[in-house]
């Protein structure tokens, strides 16, 4: 069945590490993104891509840093300058280059800090 | 920018009654709407969409109507389950721009 990973499930990430979250897809789309999920908070977004090599900024890419090298792959790296990083991180791709396809998401990483 | 206000939650209701989530949008130009569905520790699933104006999407017993002179995508269900409680997430994509706008999402308890 087609449709996207993200992995781990649970992360810990110790002070002034960086950790890196996967995302991957085997639907063939060619956007992905990735968004930040805090208690009680909507969704917000921290990095799109909408084709391989290209990724543009979201609205807090701040301490995150992407790469879009495979049109399946989509990896997050959140960096030891994100200072606040304990959160539930969601990983989305959309098909078709019109805004009436929806977007289909993995089921999330959980980023703690020890 | 684009905004999207839901209402807040939790929405508490016993089994079998009647639902609604209020959800209106801004947008500068022509959105297609969606709604979310989030359960406990999973990530989102499309729940329906619509795409022009009076437009109803449905799903699972769940509908919206796109309301174009309101700018609003309310969410109904005239009787929900246990297996609804969730947090519902309000979600227009303006033709303007690359990404959806979320809601701050409404959770909804419901209880037998």
């Known amino acids: 069945d087609g449709g996207i990973t993200q992995s781990p499930k649970y992360l810990f990430r110790k002070e002034g590490q960086n950790v890196t979250l996967s995302c991957e897809q085997n639907?063939?789309?060619?956007?992905m993104y990735w968004y930040r999920q805090d208690p009680g908070q909507g969704l917000r977004l921290i990095y799109y891509?909408?084709?391989?090599?290209?990724?543009q900024k979201g609205d807090i890419a701040e301490g995150y840093s992407v790469s879009r090298e495979k049109k399946e792959s989509f990896p997050l790296t959140v960096t030891s300058a994100q200072k606040n990083p304990t959160a539930f991180y969601l990983c989305?791709?959309?098909?078709?280059?019109?805004?009436?396809?929806?977007?289909?998401f993995g089921d999330g990483t959980r980023l703690s800090i020890l | 920018g684009n905004s999207v206000t839901q209402m807040e939650g939790p929405v508490t209701l016993s089994e079998e009654a009647f639902l609604t989530i209020n959800c209106t949008y801004t947008?500068?130009?022509?959105?297609?709407l969606f709604w979310y569905v989030q359960y406990p520790g999973e990530g989102l699933q499309l729940l329906l969409k619509?795409?022009?104006?009076?437009d109803k999407g449905s799903n699972k017993g769940f509908e919206a109507t796109y309301r174009k002179e309101t700018t609003s995508f309310h969410l109904e269900k005239g009787s929900v389950q246990v297996s609804d409680s969730a947090v519902y997430f309000c979600?227009?994509?303006?033709?303007?721009?690359?990404?959806?706008?979320f809601g701050k999402g409404t959770m909804l308890l419901v209880s037998p």
């Open positions: 989305a791709s959309k098909g078709g280059r019109g805004f009436n396809q929806p977007q289909h």
């Open positions: 639907l063939n789309h060619d956007a």
């Open positions: 891509s909408q084709i391989v090599n290209d990724f």
């Open positions: 947008a500068t130009g022509y959105p297609s």
């Open positions: 619509a795409t022009k104006a009076d």
């Open positions: 979600a227009p994509h303006d033709s303007g721009y690359s990404t959806l706008t």
